[in-house]
Nanobody
Framework: VQLQASGGGLVQAGGSLRLSCAAS????????MGWFRQAPGKERTFVAA????????LYADSVKGRLTISRDNAKNTVYLQMNNLKPEDTAVYYC?????????????????WGQGTLVTVSS
């Protein structure tokens, strides 16, 4: 499956962005989808994941209550709604797909990756 992330940009602290990740190539609904982020000079870390049907989600503690993952299987797209953004949310955000039924939080467990989209939050 090919993944294309978009929606990043520059926003002030407290603002909002919505990231999108469009999938093509194989049946989107068979994949658990995840979002990860990588800040400058740091490792890639887990942000959120969503099960194939969208019925269950999982979040990193640092984003709970501010970021929301969702998916539209009819549009082959997964979203990350980002509210009340903080400067520490500044990173390149990546979407990923895993051919599994389990919500995964480790980047090595995901099979496919998008190219990343940069989110910059100014203070």
């Amino acid at each position: 499956v090919q993944l294309q992330a978009s929606g990043g940009g520059l926003v002030q602290a407290g603002g909002s962005l919505r990231l999108s990740c469009a999938a093509s190539g194989r049946t989107f609904s068979r994949y658990v989808m995840g979002w990860f982020r990588q800040a400058p000079g740091k490792e890639r870390t887990f942000v959120a994941a969503i099960r194939r049907s969208g019925g269950q989600t999982l979040y990193a503690d640092s984003v709970k209550g501010r970021l929301t993952i969702s998916r539209d299987n009819a549009k082959n797209t997964v979203y990350l709604q980002m509210n009340n953004l903080k400067p520490e949310d500044t990173a390149v955000y990546y979407c990923a797909a895993a051919d599994t039924i389990v919500l995964l939080t480790t980047n090595t467990e995901y099979d496919y990756w998008g190219q990343g989209t940069l989110v910059t939050v100014s203070s």
